[in-house]
């Protein structure tokens, strides 16, 4: 299986307003065969009001910059006729702070908000993200809400099981659409706890055995291996930096000991990658070409599912800030 994930703004334009669209998908379906593709990633689709994406508004309808649901519903035929399979990215931590949702929580419907998380406690107030040292808590006209993604992007509560229900109900309409699988974005951050996150997760699969979830563990190998268990499929972050680094320094003890930790005795199975939307691309970290098709050479002959981020194939450059 070889994967393939498309930022479909950026991807191909058909009706010339400069933006990409699903119509644009679909007319690429001969080039992604001629790579080999049978699986394709789609990052977030929804109704949202930035260009990224992942902060939306409406978990059960199309961009309309990107075509609308026809248009979605064609190409995943098309696609599965010719034996591609599709799964969709979904930021199921949060939502949009313009998601209809917050706006009635914001607007003082009790029901609304216990949709997410609030808190006045002043020492609470202080926590930061650990990777960035950005605040955590955002205030507002309602009190203080948790969005750890930023103020545009409020934690769901996940404590509430109206939350969950919800959520299942929104994965069984794209399910039952016909999609194959789903990209878990921030899967590690549903709950602070580590044990709590995982015993949610392993409730809420439940409920969509057979069905493909790839899970974002940006995190040690030892909580990825944890969390692979959960998943079955995991993004597997080690190896794109063993790979990248042990080309570019000539070291292949770097990438022995990537794949031994990475890839070796694994009950699951590793999404493998070089670069994705978050991260600088390959041609901006590797120069040299002849380099970066060794990385591509090595990526395509390990263990698990190789995935190749839109573009990469044809040296894109793009730096990530």
Known sequence: MVGYEIFVRSYRDTNEDGIGDIRGIEESISYLLSLGVNLLWLMPIFKSPSFHGYDVIDFESINPLYGDIEDFKRLISTLHDKGIKVILDFPLQHTSSLHPWFEKALSGDENFRNYYLWNEND?????????????????????????????????????????????????????????????????????????QNKRFWEEFLRDFERKMFIGEIWASQDTVDEYGEVFGYVFNFLLSYSIKESVKREDPDLLIEGIQKSLKNKSYTPVNFLTNHDMTRLADEIEDERKRKLAFSILMTLPGIPFIFYGEELGMKGRYD
């Open 123 to 195: 020492e609470v107030l202080l926590e930061r993200r650990e990777w960035d040292g950005q605040p955590v808590w955002h205030p507002s006209p309602s009190g203080h809400y948790k969005g750890l993604f930023g103020a545009g992007l409020p934690d769901l509560n996940y404590g509430n099981e109206e939350v969950s229900r919800k959520m299942k109900e929104i994965l069984k309409y794209w399910f039952d659409m016909g999609i194959d699988g789903v990209r878990l974005d921030a899967a590690k951050h549903i709950f602070e706890d580590s044990k």
